[in-house]
């Protein structure tokens, strides 16, 4: 091949590959940018409304409101208490995430049974009440940084044990969260796969739970989000605030330490 063909070869590669970075990075900017026009009107905003309504609303057996509740942070606390979320209360002797701990207020304060909400479908009844008032408590630490404690053995336990059922395979399709979610630069169709062994992928990936999807019309929690996961991975689906879903957001949460909160956020 003569030199004028070679320059020609290599001009024509060089013009197929721009094209293709170009493709792909307006493509991530239009979404971003279609995600920040329905931000606006972000839906979550209702969920949000209905959510401190049940904080400060007496309800339940006990006919009283979850203002007393301690998220970790002191008795009626909010402010702040998402970002360091899950983590071990002593009243219980477990390592909680929010949504059990609403459980645990709920049961406590107001006499509503566990099992209404454990064995409830998601968007209905008491487990919708519970999505509504995770929202309402996570956007109060909305831009706050996320920095779970880890002094406590059992908080270092669940962290460990949310390691090996991230990276652990299986099922039909011998997949495991670390196959979508375990390296940088992945992507499926047209959405990106945030890292969630470190930042910043993990800084928009498990800080932007809850949030709106508005493929489905729902407010998803993290519970929902990984119950979804391991669907999608052909596992059996985990129960409700389930050890190993406490533990999985352990071990994101930590790994997301300094990424600022996002919530609530909005998804396809």
Same mark, same amino acid.
């Given at each position: 091949m003569k030199a004028h063909q070679l320059a020609l070869a290599?001009?024509?590669?060089?013009?197929i590959a721009t094209s293709v970075a170009w493709a792909q990075k307006s493509t991530t900017e239009a979404i971003d940018e279609y995600r920040e026009m329905l931000q606006d009107g972000?839906?979550?905003?209702?969920?949000?409304m209905k959510g401190e309504e049940l904080w400060k609303k007496a309800r339940g057996p006990k006919n009283a409101s979850l203002e007393k509740c301690d998220l970790g942070m002191g008795a009626g606390v909010v402010n702040g208490a998402f970002v360091q979320l899950p983590r071990y209360f002593a009243d219980t002797n477990e390592v909680?995430?929010?949504?059990?701990?609403?459980?645990?207020?709920?049961? %406590?304060?107001? @006499?509503?049974?566990? #099992?209404? +909400?454990?064995?409830?479908?998601?968007?209905?009844?008491?487990?919708?009440?519970?999505?509504a008032l995770a929202t309402w408590v996570a956007a109060q630490s909305k831009d706050m940084k996320f920095d779970l404690p880890q002094s406590n053995p059992q908080e270092r336990i669940a962290y460990e044990m949310g390691k090996r059922a991230f990276f652990q395979r299986g099922g039909s399709h011998d997949f495991s969260c670390? %196959?979508?979610? @375990?390296?940088?630069? #992945?992507? +499926?169709?047209l959405q990106d796969?945030?890292?969630l062994t470190k930042n910043p992928g993990d800084g928009v990936g498990f800080a932007a739970w809850p949030a709106y999807r508005v493929s489905n019309g729902q407010m998803w929690t993290m519970q929902h989000r990984l119950n979804d996961c391991y669907r999608q991975q052909r596992f059996p689906e985990p129960g409700y605030a389930s050890p190993i879903?406490?533990?999985?957001?352990?071990?994101?949460g930590v790994n997301a330490k300094g990424a600022k909160s996002a919530v609530p956020a909005i998804k396809r």
């Open positions: 290599a001009a024509v590669l060089g013009l972000n839906l979550a905003e209702l969920y949000e909680q995430d929010l949504e059990s701990r609403l459980v645990t207020c709920m049961s %406590t304060l107001q @006499g509503i049974n566990p #099992k209404e +909400i454990i064995n409830g479908k998601w968007g209905k009844g008491e487990r919708a009440n519970v999505t670390a %196959t979508c979610h @375990g390296e940088d630069g #992945k992507r +499926i169709r796969l945030p890292n879903t406490i533990a999985l957001g352990v071990y994101m």
